[in-house]
């Protein structure tokens, strides 16, 4: 009997045309009996969030020279959460949604600002098992996605076998080198301390540049996202879409003003 051929939709926020999309794209294409559909942003769309598009139509268009081979690959003008929603309704709902490689870590509060989790979390919330995934960089900036992308598909494969519980998620985060191992772990307290720099334009024009420091209070903690990476492991975390501070609903209850 001839096994039933699964789908994978692959999205990310640095665009269709980052190594990192197309390394991880090439390599779920290797998995037996898949078939790999692309659905990126034209341009970089890094720390968009989850933001959809609903002002303005978009466009969707096939993309060959990404060279993906032959693996179908379309470009849409808007965010990842966008590239989601068409690659879904568009093209039909895949087995896995996989997002990345991210060129650079998502870490802690990086996963509510992230345009590459955000992919997922799209996927999630439309019922599709969904993983995401980042890479450091060297100190050069550069990457190399072999190993990362090779895993990628290895954790693929057994996500598709295995399934994921409803509106939860798996974020991976690759070290800058070789890892030395894996491991599960929770998100941490990595964020960035936000600071403007207000410079002045060639006409005296006062403009604006967010910038900031990178911190982690639990960066040696190795059950945490930011702190596994540091020491040179995959970081896998499973996070649950969930927000309610379950803990406190009872206290809020309690002294909530009255109608």
């Not at 600002?113 to 993983?131: F, K, N, R």
């Not at 509106?167 to 191992?181: E, H, S």
């Not at 702190?227 to 209850?253: F, K």
Request: proline share 7%.
């Amino acid at each position: 009997m001839t096994p039933a051929r699964r789908t994978i939709l692959v999205a990310n926020d640095d665009g269709i045309f980052s190594p990192g999309i197309k390394a991880l794209g090439l390599a779920m294409a290797t998995l037996p009996d898949v078939d790999v559909t692309i659905v990126a942003p034209d341009v970089e769309q890094s720390a968009v969030g989850h933001g959809i598009t609903i002002r303005r139509p978009l466009r969707f268009k096939h993309t060959a020279s990404a060279g993906f081979g032959d693996v179908p690959a379309y470009r849409v003008d808007g965010t990842p959460a966008d590239c989601v929603v068409l690659g879904v309704h568009l093209l039909g709902k895949p087995d896995l949604i996989v997002s990345g490689i991210n060129l650079g870590p998502n870490l802690g509060d990086d996963l509510t600002h992230s345009g590459t989790v955000a992919a997922a979390i799209e996927g999630l919330a439309m019922g599709v098992p969904s993983i995401s995934f980042s890479q450091q960089g060297t100190a050069d900036g550069e990457y190399d996605f072999a190993l990362s992308a090779a895993y990628a598909a290895r954790l693929a494969a057994q996500v598709m076998e295995r399934g994921l519980p409803p509106r939860t998620l798996l974020n991976v985060n690759f070290p800058r080198t070789a890892p030395t191992g894996v491991r599960v772990t929770r998100v941490g307290e990595h964020r960035w301390e936000d600071t403007i720099v207000t410079r002045h334009d060639p006409e005296g024009r006062e403009y604006h540049w967010v910038a900031g420091t990178s911190t982690a209070p639990d960066r040696d903690d190795p059950d945490t996202d930011y702190g596994a990476v540091q020491a040179g492991m995959i970081s896998v975390t499973p996070v649950r879409l969930d927000l309610s501070a379950r803990d406190l609903m009872a206290e809020v209850q309690a002294y909530l003003p009255g109608v």
